[in-house]
T-cell receptor
Framework: GAVVSQHPSRVICKSGTSVKIECRSL??????MFWYRQFPKKSLMLMAT?????????EQGVEKDKFLINHASLTLSTLTVTSAHPEDSSFYIC????????????FGEGSRLTVL | GESVGLHLPTLSVQEGDNSIINCAYS??????FIWYKQESGKGPQFIID?????DKRQGQRVTVLLNKTVKHLSLQIAATQPGDSAVYFC?????????????FGQGTILTVHP
C-alpha cells in the first residue's frame, strides 16, 4: 500500500517553544491531507483539513493561530504547534488522500509531542 | 465530545475464538465506513471498509456488517490471534464536500489470550 511518513516520531520540547511536524506522502501526490489529535486511551479527533496551495480548514474549537498548517507541495503538509504548553502534549496523526474519487486514505505513524 | 474519564470498552478473547466488535455511528448521511486497527504508539491501520449501498463485506478473516436502520456497524474477526490485540476504531465519512474527513468512534480494546 501507499506510504505516509511523519517526522519526527517523537519530540520533547520546553514550554513556549514551537514545534514543527511533517507529513509526507512518499509514493503518491496528495492535494488533501488531514491532521488528527489523539489523547491517551482516546479516539482520534480531526483538527483540520490541509489543502495544497490554499489555507487549511480548521474544525470548530481548534485554534488556527496555535496550530499552523502549511501544505506547500503535493507531498508535504506541516503542522506547527506554536508557543507549546504542556496541555498541547498529545499524539498527532496525519492522513493523506490518495484518491479523491474513492476517498482512499493512508495514515502516518503519528508524532508524539511532549511539552515540559 | 467524549466524557472525561470515560474508559474504552474492552473485549478479551481466547486465541482461536471469533471476535465481534461493535460500533454505533451518529450521522445518517454517512455513506462510507472503515474499520481501523491501532497498535500502541502507531497510526491507524486500515482493515476493511464498506459503503452504504452494502450491508456486508468480507475480507481475509474479517467481515464488516452494516445496519443502516439502527446505524450500527460491526467487525467480526475469525480465529482471533494474539497479533490481533490492539485498539479497533470504526470511522464514518459523510462524503460530498466532507470526503476524507473521518469521524472516529471511541474505540474498543481487543486482548487476545494465548
Amino acid at each position: 500500500g501507499a506510504v505516509v511518513s511523519q517526522h519526527p516520531s517523537r519530540v520533547i520540547c520546553k514550554s513556549g517553544t514551537s514545534v514543527k511536524i511533517e507529513c509526507r506522502s512518499l509514493d503518491f501526490q496528495a492535494t488533501t491531507m488531514f491532521w488528527y489529535r489523539q489523547f491517551p486511551k482516546k479516539s482520534l479527533m480531526l483538527m483540520a483539513t490541509s489543502n495544497e496551495g490554499s489555507k487549511a480548514t480548521y474544525e470548530q474549537g481548534v485554534e488556527k493561530d496555535k496550530f499552523l498548517i502549511n501544505h506547500a507541495s503535493l507531498t508535504l503538509s506541516t503542522l506547527t504547534v506554536t508557543s507549546a504548553h504542556p496541555e498541547d502534549s498529545s499524539f498527532y496523526i496525519c492522513s493523506a488522500m490518495k484518491n479523491s474519487v474513492t476517498g482512499e486514505l493512508f495514515f502516518g505513524e503519528g508524532s508524539r509531542l511532549t511539552v515540559l | 465530545g467524549e466524557s472525561v474519564g470515560l474508559h474504552l470498552p474492552t473485549l478479551s478473547v481466547q486465541e482461536g475464538d471469533n471476535s465481534i466488535i461493535n460500533c454505533a455511528y451518529s450521522n445518517s448521511a454517512s455513506d462510507y465506513f472503515i474499520w481501523y486497527k491501532q497498535e500502541s504508539g502507531k497510526g491507524p491501520q486500515f482493515i476493511i471498509d464498506i459503503r452504504s449501498n452494502m450491508d456486508k463485506r468480507q475480507g481475509q478473516r474479517v467481515t464488516v456488517l452494516l445496519n443502516k436502520t439502527v446505524k450500527h456497524l460491526s467487525l467480526q474477526i475469525a480465529a482471533t490471534q494474539p497479533g490481533d490485540s490492539a485498539v479497533y476504531f470504526c470511522a464514518e465519512n459523510a462524503g460530498g464536500t466532507s470526503y476524507g474527513k473521518l469521524t472516529f468512534g471511541q474505540g474498543t480494546i481487543l486482548t487476545v489470550h494465548p
